[in-house]
């Protein structure tokens, strides 16, 4: 993966074949990710028996990785503008190496705890960046499937786990897996990471991070490699000159256009988590097993909740850059407000028959897995200007993991509190609010390169101007 020119970089034509590998390397991460939000569900149980938790500390157990990724993601932007996209990428992947092994040796609650932390500074960082990257080397055309690779690597970890799990919980008897077996489903992370790991070394960096720290001959190699020479100029200029204002970049957040791109990137973010779906995926085990399903015949459904997931996120990558942003997030969001409503339903008249619960939620999951799931990746990657884009990532990343905090930690107690019926209509009216905010306030971005979308915002800021000043001529 070197960046010289060469073959059909002097066509004029994106080298799609160069820049979908460096894209794959990149979103790599997210099986990252898709692990350590699949490999509790299935460890939960046993430690939950291992530590005689209560239902608090199982939420804790859950969510602790969470706290550390809300600190990574709120690191993310400052520390990437400053290192590089690349150097803090690869620190993160080693984070999550010492995490994965360092949750797989302790013996005591606390020991857990601090390891999945340092985990989920790793988790943290790679969420906010691994996205970001692929948008900042796709062409626009191709954006949409190309950042949601990292969705299909989030949803790729999870169904792997998922697998590896189930076998290892049936590898030995009860005591075996109270014991060890929980061990292993964590320590096995570390082989991803390393892979991970060395897969950065070889990627280039992010030409727009290298052109805004004034690297212009460094970023054009690059650049001619993806699009060819002439359009590789071109964009080198455009680049340079969506960065040409120097202001202070959290003061430019708060300006009228780009405030309202913060809005926007941030209540996406948290729509995506409150609408219940880490919930689900964490403790989808435990959820099967309140239908009459046993341990073993919960993670084999559970398997097939992965199996979904992934494979409705390869038709979401499909789909993404042909209908648009805004059509899948609408349509998923919708379907995912049924299924939750009917769930409730379902446990509210006692009928909870293991079967029916199952299809409803592989429907709900099949719809986040085509909307929500790589959408609002893919939204926080491309909405904000090249000048702020770190900073307002992991602003809004930071939004993301801390709703998915909230919910994986109030997720039992909600659960013993309003029952499941109770639990999923709030699930439910919040996938209603997500159909609701996304027609009023989510811009559509196919097709549109970086640069253009920061010009959609400063229009946006100079008509809100334009209307203040008529206003206040009004008056």
Excluded at 66 to 93: E, H, P, Q
Excluded at 128 to 141: D, G, Q, V
Excluded at 323 to 336: D, E, N, P, Q, T
Aim: with cysteine.
């Amino acid at each position: 993966m070197t960046t010289h020119a060469k073959g059909s970089g002097q066509t004029g034509k994106p080298n799609m074949r160069y820049v979908t590998l460096v894209s794959i390397a990149a979103a790599l991460g997210g099986l990252l990710f898709g692990f350590d939000t699949a490999v509790v569900s299935g460890a939960i149980g046993f430690l939950e028996n291992k530590f005689q938790l209560n239902d608090v500390q199982v939420g804790w157990a859950v969510s602790s990785l969470i706290i550390g990724c809300i600190v990574g993601a709120a690191a993310s932007g400052w520390l990437s503008d400053g290192l590089g996209r690349k150097k803090v990428l690869i620190g993160a992947a080693l984070l999550f190496v010492i995490g994965s092994i360092g949750s797989a040796l302790p013996e005591t609650f606390t020991g857990y705890i601090v390891a999945r932390m340092i985990g989920g500074l790793g988790i943290g960082v790679i969420s906010t960046l691994s996205p970001l990257y692929n948008a900042e080397i796709a062409p626009a055309r191709y954006r949409g499937r190309l950042v949601a690779l990292n969705q299909f690597a989030v949803v790729t970890g999870i169904f792997l786990t998922y697998f590896v799990n189930s076998g290892l919980a049936g590898y030995g008897d009860d005591a075996w897996d109270v014991s060890t077996a929980w061990r292993w489903m964590f320590g096995v992370g570390a082989i991803p990471g390393l892979i991970y790991m060395i897969l950065l070394l070889v990627v280039p960096e992010s030409p727009r991070w290298l052109i805004k720290q004034g690297r212009a001959e460094q970023a054009l190699p690059i650049l001619i490699r993806i699009h060819g020479e002439e359009a590789a100029k071109r964009e080198v200029l455009e680049i340079k000159e969506s960065f040409k204002e120097k202001k202070t970049p959290l003061r430019e957040l708060f300006k009228p256009g780009l405030r309202f791109a913060l809005f926007v990137g941030v209540v996406i973010a948290v729509l995506q988590q409150v609408t219940g779906i880490n919930a689900i995926l964490y403790y989808a085990p435990e959820i099967l097993k309140e239908t009459g399903a046993g341990t073993n015949a919960a993670l084999i459904q559970t398997i097939l909740v992965g199996f979904i997931n992934f494979a409705f996120t390869i038709l979401s990558i499909w789909l993404i850059d042909k209908v648009g942003r805004k059509a899948l997030l609408l349509v998923g969001s919708a379907v995912m407000a049924a299924s939750l409503i009917l769930i409730g339903f379902v446990f509210q008249t006692g009928n909870s028959s293991g079967y029916l619960v199952l299809g409803l939620i592989l429907v709900y999951v099949a719809a986040f897995a085509i909307s929500l799931g790589p959408v609002v990746w893919v939204l926080l990657s491309e909405i904000f200007p090249s000048r702020v884009r770190g900073r307002a990532t992991a602003i809004a990343s930071m939004a993301l993991w801390a709703a998915d905090y909230a919910v994986s930690q109030s997720f039992p107690p909600l659960l013993n509190a309003a029952g499941p019926a109770g639990t999923y209509w709030i699930f439910g009216a919040l996938s209603l609010l997500t159909v609701l905010f996304t027609w009023k306030f989510v811009p559509e971005t196919k097709g549109k390169s970086l640069e253009e979308m920061e010009a959609m915002w400063a229009n946006r800021e100079t008509d809100g101007e334009s209307v203040r000043l008529n206003e206040a001529r009004n008056h």
